[in-house]
Every structure is written in structure tokens, then in C-alpha cells.
């Protein structure tokens, strides 16, 4: 057990809504990165918050955005939702650093139909 | 750039088997992070090892073991006398220098141990 947990467990979306996905992180983490996972492959860098600013983002259009909260808790909002977008959301949690050990949670699965 | 490269995408042995799963990384960094993560079926990445750049030492935990090698830009992990629970996908990551905000993944080595 990680302490890491994310909700919903799975979802089903049509093409064009929007999407929020949340996140708790393990208590005194102040950094929370979120990854899509593709079947089959391996994680892509969504982007990291460290104290509730953002730290770096990786290569998804802005339709993927996020906040974090005071509280360890996170949020991944995604808008105008594609097929590809069907994937493992998976969010990790980290004390300080960007490049302390990242905690994952069990994921959330979107189907985007 | 920064890459990892799991050259593996699938290994099938028999339970008691020892097997290895090879992880090459690419950086041009002097400091660096190398992590090995274990993803079984029910999908949560579990963490297994953490390893910087400056510290060369094997690693043994039980029936895991990992070299880092330095010269070779390697990072291999062993799995002595395997088991059918460590049946997984196995990926390795690496995180510092540019990206240091993000770990950068190899694509994963999917283990299948047979009974």
C-alpha cells in the first residue's frame, strides 16, 4: 500500500465531454505527477505540481490540465475528450523533490467511446 | 535526450528459474536517478528500487538483485529462483538532469512465469 489513491476506478466517457480525474497523495508529499498509460505501453509524463504550482508538463495539448491542493489532493481535468484518450490515468506522489521516489496510485481507466 | 531502452518485451520461464531483464538508459547527465517499478496485472506501478548516479554497489533484495553499471549504461534486474507472483510487467525508469520533473520509461519487459 502506496497511500496513494486515486477515484474513480473506471470510467466511460463519449467523445467531446470532459473529464475529471482526483487524486490523494500520501500525506507530507508535496509533489503529485500524473501519467497516461496506454495498453501495452509505457507511462507519458502528463505534468508534476509542486505545491500547488506547476513544475513541468510534458507533451499533451492544453485540454490536459490540473490543480493541486493544500490538502495532498489533485485533480487531472481533461476537455473535449478523443478516442485516444482511452487509458490508464495514474498519478504518483513524491515527498519533495521532483526526483524523489514517485508513489503511484492504482490508476484510474478511461474509455472514451 | 534522455532514453531507456528495455530491449525484452517478453520473457517466459518456468517457476525456480532465475531470469534477468536488461534496462540501458541514455543521458548526458553526470546526475542521475535509475528506478525499477513492477506493474502486475491489477495495473497499480509498485516500487522497487531506486538508484543514483553516483552510487555504483549491487543490490540485493532477496530473490531481487540489480548491477548498475556505469560503463555500459546498464541497469539490470535478476529474479533468482522466480515465482508465478512475479508474473508482471517490469519497467525502468530514469529521472535528473533536463527532465528532472519527470521519469522518463523504457516501454517494459512483460515476465510470464510458468508454473
Known amino acids: 500500500e502506496t497511500g496513494v489513491t486515486q477515484s474513480p476506478t473506471h470510467l466511460i466517457k463519449t467523445r467531446g465531454q470532459q473529464v475529471t480525474l482526483r487524486c490523494s497523495s500520501q500525506?507530507?508529499?508535496?509533489?503529485v505527477s500524473w501519467y497516461q498509460q496506454a495498453l501495452g505501453q509505457g507511462p507519458q509524463f502528463i505534468f508534476q505540481y509542486y505545491r500547488e504550482e506547476e513544475n513541468g508538463r510534458g507533451n499533451f495539448p492544453p485540454r490536459f490540465s490540473g490543480l493541486q491542493f493544500p490538502n495532498y489532493s489533485s485533480e487531472l481535468n481533461v476537455n473535449a475528450l478523443e478516442l485516444d484518450d482511452s487509458a490508464l490515468y495514474l498519478c504518483a506522489s513524491s515527498l519533495e523533490l521532483p526526483t524523489d521516489t514517485q508513489y503511484f496510485g492504482p490508476g484510474t481507466r478511461l474509455t472514451v467511446l | 535526450a534522455q532514453k531507456v531502452t528495455q530491449a525484452q518485451t517478453e520473457i517466459s520461464v518456468v517457476e525456480k528459474e532465475d531470469v534477468t531483464l536488461d534496462c540501458v538508459y541514455e543521458t548526458r547527465d553526470t546526475t542521475y536517478y535509475l528506478f525499477w517499478y513492477k506493474q502486475p496485472p491489477s495495473g497499480e506501478l509498485v516500487f522497487l528500487i531506486r538508484?543514483?548516479?553516483?552510487d555504483e554497489q549491487n543490490e540485493i533484495s532477496g530473490r531481487y538483485s540489480w548491477n548498475f553499471q556505469k560503463s555500459t549504461s546498464s541497469f539490470n534486474f535478476t529474479i533468482t529462483a522466480s515465482q508465478v507472483v512475479d508474473s508482471a510487467v517490469y519497467f525502468c525508469a530514469l529521472s535528473g538532469g533536463d527532465s528532472n520533473y519527470q521519469l522518463i520509461w523504457g516501454a517494459g519487459t512483460k515476465l510470464i512465469i510458468k508454473p
Open positions: 538508484r543514483n548516479s553516483f
Open positions: 500525506s507530507g508529499h508535496n509533489t
